[in-house]
T-cell receptor, first 113, second 110 residues
Framework: NAGVTQTPKFQVLKTGQSMTLQCAQD?????MYWYRQDPGMGLRLIYY???????DKGEVPNGYNVSRLNKREFSLRLESAAPSQTSVYFC????????????FGPGTRLTVL | QKEVEQDPGPLSVPEGAIVSLNCTYS??????FMWYRQYSRKGPELLMY????GNKEDGRFTAQVDKSSKYISLFIRDSQPSDSATYLC??????????FGGGTRLMVKP
């Protein structure tokens, strides 16, 4: 039982490049989330998926797109990376009934040059 | 002004000390309050959850909520070096999105 896994762990991009961050959970959770964490800013919600087939914007969605591929997988895409997107990205999941106990992945450290 | 304010620290204490971590918030609609612990280069993990005002105790940890003052606290008794981490408060209203504080970095020195 791996919980929430994220790939890659580290990534360096040049401005304008695109990439997709992958997230998968094996806990049969309904809801999944993407956050970014910047120094002093805490975790800010980018997008979330309350259930398979649905996605909604969070606090900071601009510059990102998401896909809930199936119940297990929720990907985050940067179409044209900008230096302001340099951050640590965390994926999380919850059973759906209780959104407060969020299970986080180990994070992806992204640097955009 | 952020909805949730948290002193970033770092807070350095000797082993065995009582630690007090705090958050203030401005949104009176928040009614669910959590503390997450995040070790270096790891994802956060839920430590404590409270729904109402008052105290909740779990081992060495006590979470306190004062809705009238819009103030929440986490107390750690008999702090250990293994408690060294960043502590994030989080809260939400009746919706399903959490709002996190910026985190307080705690260092417990042996």
């Amino acid at each position: 039982n791996a919980g929430v896994t994220q790939t890659p762990k580290f990534q360096v991009l040049k401005t304008g490049q695109s990439m997709t961050l992958q997230c998968a959970q094996d806990m049969n959770h309904n809801s999944m989330y993407w956050y970014r964490q910047d120094p002093g800013m805490g975790l800010r919600l980018i997008y979330y998926s309350a259930s398979e087939g649905t996605t909604d914007k969070g606090e900071v969605p601009n510059g990102y797109n998401v896909s809930r591929l199936n119940k297990r997988e929720f990907s985050l895409r940067l179409e044209s990376a900008a230096p302001s997107q340099t951050s640590v990205y965390f994926c999380a999941s919850t059973p759906g009934q209780n959104t407060d106990t969020q299970y986080f992945g180990p994070g992806t450290r992204l640097t955009v040059l | 002004q952020k909805e949730v304010e948290q002193d970033p620290g770092p807070l350095s204490v000797p082993e065995g000390a009582i630690v007090s971590l705090n958050c203030t918030y401005s949104n009176s609609a928040f009614q669910y309050f959590m503390w997450y612990r995040q070790y270096s280069r790891k994802g956060p993990e839920l430590l404590m959850y409270t729904y109402s005002s008052g105290n909740k105790e779990d081992g060495r940890f006590t979470a306190q909520v004062d809705k009238s003052s819009k103030y929440i606290s986490l107390f750690i008794r008999d702090s250990q070096p293994s408690d060294s981490a960043t502590y994030l408060c989080a809260m939400r209203d009746a919706g399903n999105m959490l709002t996190f504080g910026g985190g307080t970095r705690l260092m417990v020195k042996p």
